[in-house]
């Protein structure tokens, strides 16, 4: 199995681990940011419980006003609440609350709060005379809870980047793929011409010529310049938008394996059928359809080393859709490589470069605006792929 521009996967899977690193190494540090000015907090708060308690044994009116002024002023950021030892509520500190609350709702938001201070942090006991106690309890600040949640919203925002890296490269990419496809039907349709036009011209001579008279070789020729005509169509058709008509799909379906029947091995069987009526149409571009049809079929004779049967089924899939499903008898696809089959350069062969799949799939995905799928495969019993096209 060869698989072309098989460095993108590694491209892209660089660009998720730088970014994992980015973040890993963002939240790493902003972590240690976040407990250092946890501890710092802490030590506030620690500060402003034994400002409390030095207050009521001051010795001086100065030493109370220097405490009040440059300890328990200082803490303009921390939300505290101090109790007594029965919880009751003495005072509190840096706490938001709603105009116009009543005592009661002040109470009940002050309670909820102690309750979630609880969660973050112990609080911090002040002793006081007699084995009586205090309780300050106090939860993070503004600024320390937004830099407790930066790192993952900045970790969203890097994985973000990382997407649309991602996304740009991956459409970087299939420009550049259909630049290649372009480029190439292009130039095989205009290399086709020349020798189209000769081997026409040995037509001509030998149609009119008698000694070829009643040769049945001529008709042949005549067959596969045709065929060459149909194929330089097709080259031609890619990277334009192919013109699209309501054609009898079953119709349009058995003309392309009675071409096949006669140019692969006789001993693969064909069978068609429909289970809706002979007249339904869907919009199709015949040459390229056929086109699809021929590379999905070779690669079930090949899968089947030239010996097996390959069943072609239309149905109906409600009012707007009908599905082609071709089953063949081959060896299967494993499970792992469902997802590869169609892309450019997959083949199990020795020889080949693995774009039949593909070019059939962009046909009917981008070109017909349909679906081609594996619709299921089993190692050693068969392979059946879906087209779903638009009636």
């Known amino acids: 199995m060869i698989l072309i521009y098989s460095q993108k996967n590694r491209i892209k899977l660089l660009v998720v681990i730088f ?33 409390l308690r030095y207050m009521i044994n001051a010795p001086s009116d100065d030493n109370i006003v220097f405490i009040e002024q440059e300890i328990l002023s200082a803490n303009q950021t921390v939300p505290v609440i101090l109790t007594d030892e029965y919880e ?31 969660e973050q942090h112990d609080p911090v006991v002040v002793p006081w005379a007699e084995g009586s106690v205090n309780y300050v309890f106090y939860k993070d600040s503004a600024l320390l809870s937004q830099l407790r ?3 993952y919203v900045q970790l969203v925002v890097i994985a973000c980047f990382a997407l649309i890296a991602y996304f740009a490269f991956s459409y970087s990419r299939r420009a550049e793929q259909n630049r290649v496809w372009v480029g190439l039907a292009k130039e095989t349709a205009h290399q086709l011409g020349t020798p ?21 070789i001529v008709a042949e020729l005549w067959k596969d310049i045709r065929r060459l005509e149909v194929i330089t169509e097709r080259f031609s058709n890619i990277g334009s938008v192919p013109l699209l008509r309501d054609e009898n799909i079953l119709q ?58 390959i069943a072609l089924r239309l149905s109906l899939l409600g009012k707007s859709y009908i599905a082609l499903d071709i089953a063949d ?58 087209i779903v096209l638009n009636r």
């Open 329 to 386: 008898t081959g060896k299967g696809i494993p499970k792992s490589k469902m997802d590869s089959v169609f892309l450019p350069g997959y083949t199990t062969k020795k020889r080949g470069w693995g774009l039949g799949l593909a070019l059939a799939k962009r046909i009917i995905d981008n070109y017909h605006q349909g679906k081609l799928t594996v619709k299921s495969s089993e190692i050693g019993k068969g392979t059946t792929f879906r």
């Open 149 to 151: 949640y930066y790192p």
């Open 88 to 118: 009751n509520i003495l005072d509190t500190k840096n706490i938001n609350f709603p105009e116009n609350i009543s005592e009661d709702k002040k109470k009940q938001l002050l309670q909820r709060e102690i309750t979630k201070m609880k």
């Open 252 to 309: 349009v379906t058995q003309n392309a394996i009675n071409y096949l029947q006669n140019r692969i091995s006789s001993k693969v069987a064909f069978s068609i059928e429909a289970d809706f009526p002979a007249e339904i149409t869907a919009k199709v571009n015949v040459s390229l359809f056929d086109w699809v049809i021929e590379n999905i079929c070779k690669n079930a004779v090949d899968a089947m080393e030239g010996r097996g049967s």
């Open 19 to 51: 970014a994992l690193i980015i973040g890993a190494a963002t939240i790493t540090y902003t972590n240690i940011l976040v407990s250092k000015l946890s501890e710092s907090e802490r030590e506030l708060v620690q500060l402003y419980a034994k400002g």
């Open 196 to 216: 189209l036009s000769s081997l026409m011209a040995w037509y001509e001579y030998m149609k009119t010529s008698p000694k070829f008279e009643k040769e049945p």
